[in-house]
T-cell receptor, first 113, second 118 residues
């Protein structure tokens, strides 16, 4: 079952902040965040592991609440280059021979000047 | 270098054709993946290879046949496809995966092959 992302779409003015949420009904081991621009490959942003950690890179940060199976991506002072579709990919807490990611439906973000 | 390359970039094929998609990485990654992505939808996992062995097949129809000739190369052989198989096919790789859930790796995606089945 794929994780649920919200909102489905958001429009920002340059410099505004945004939060994208990802929620799963399954026990998760990790959450992976990607951004994909139209016609391009998904670009890796960050991984969060269970343990309630937070990570940040430049003006993009994320948190993972393993008790609630929820992750949030925070975009601060958005730039035009942040436009694209954001996907969370969740990895369930189980053994397997390859880390299987199930992607959420995506959040389309548009940053306007 | 975190590059995964895919060829061809675009492919148009008839329902009776046989074609292959190719994916290559030289990062020393030992896990490779095929995903299918329809327009405005998330990527859907098709196959996972771990140490050149097929480890996961997500109930993909037999008209899709993966092959991993060596640790750097991943192919997807296509035969008798249907128009609904038209999509962006993405390849990804990650460093390694142990047999337990004690580690996780970043998956790096290639640019994809846009497939149209007529």
């Amino acid at each position: 079952q794929q994780p649920v992302q919200s909102p489905q779409a958001v429009i920002l003015r340059e410099g505004e902040d945004a939060v994208i949420n990802c929620s799963s009904s399954k026990a998760l081991y990790s959450v992976h965040w990607y951004r994909q621009k139209h016609g391009e490959a998904p670009i890796f942003l960050m991984i969060l592991l269970k343990g309630g950690e937070q990570k940040g890179h430049d003006k993009i940060s994320a948190s993972f609440n393993e008790k609630k199976q929820q992750s949030s991506l925070y975009l601060t002072a958005s730039q035009l280059s942040y436009s694209g579709t954001y996907f969370c990919g969740t990895e369930e807490a189980r053994d397997n021979a390859g880390n299987m990611l199930t992607f959420g439906g995506g959040t389309r973000l548009m940053v306007k000047p | 270098d975190t590059e995964v390359t895919q060829t061809p970039k675009h492919l148009v094929m008839g329902m009776t054709n046989k074609k292959s998609l190719k994916c290559e990485q030289h990062m020393g990654h030992r896990a490779m993946y095929w995903y299918k992505q329809k327009a405005k939808k998330p990527p859907e996992l098709m196959f996972v290879y771990s140490y050149e062995k097929l480890s996961i097949n997500e109930s993909v129809p037999s008209r899709f046949s993966p092959e991993c000739p060596n640790s750097s190369l991943l192919n997807l052989h296509l035969h008798a496809l249907q128009p609904e198989d038209s999509a962006l096919y993405l390849c990804a790789s990650s460093q390694k995966r142990t047999g337990t859930s004690s580690s996780t790796d970043t998956q790096y995606f290639g640019p994809g092959t846009r497939l149209t089945v007529l």
